[in-house]
């Protein structure tokens, strides 16, 4: 196999009167928000943003010309991955249209995925479109990216 490398909800609560303050009670479950969710009629899915019936978020771009694009390279250069990391250049935002500044990509010949940390979560999922996964680093179940490429991706791994 040849992978090409190319150079949950937060709630911040900052008050200078409030030092060591214990905000733990505001944390709010797994359990918590798919209550909040079916409770309240609102449906949407975090990870995706991609439910049947769920509004297009204005921020974002189709990313399907941009994949199809870089997987018809992938396969003139027999890549089975490319992975795309955050850089200034731009070149995760261009291919992903995920503008939060952490977080790596890596697309597969049939499978696209973003990595990024909790203070992205909503951003990503409004950002991405549907041709991606989003992927809540440190969360539970969310696996690393050689994790990723051996598992749900399905590269052999004698290869990696």
Not at 70 to 93: C, H, K, N, S, T
Not at 102 to 129: H, K, M, P
Not at 134 to 143: E, F, I
């Amino acid at each position: 196999m040849k992978i090409a490398l190319v150079t949950f909800v937060a709630l911040v609560i900052s008050s200078p009167s409030c030092r060591g303050c214990d905000f733990g009670a505001w944390r709010l479950s797994e359990d918590d928000l798919a209550s909040f969710a079916s409770s309240s009629g609102y449906n949407r899915d975090i990870d995706t943003n991609c439910g049947p019936n769920d509004p297009v978020p204005p921020n974002r771009v189709d990313t399907s010309d941009r994949l199809k694009m870089l997987r018809e390279e992938m396969d003139a250069e027999a890549l089975d991955a490319y992975i795309v990391p955050f850089d200034d250049q731009g070149r995760r935002e261009y291919v992903s249209g995920f503008t939060g500044s952490n977080g790596d990509a890596i697309v597969t010949l049939d499978q696209a995925a973003c990595w990024t940390d909790g203070r992205y979560f909503l951003q990503a999922s409004q950002e991405l479109d549907c041709n991606w996964r989003l992927m809540k680093m440190s969360m539970p179940g969310v696996p690393t990216y050689t994790e990723w490429l051996l598992g749900d991706a399905g590269l052999p791994q004698s290869e990696i």
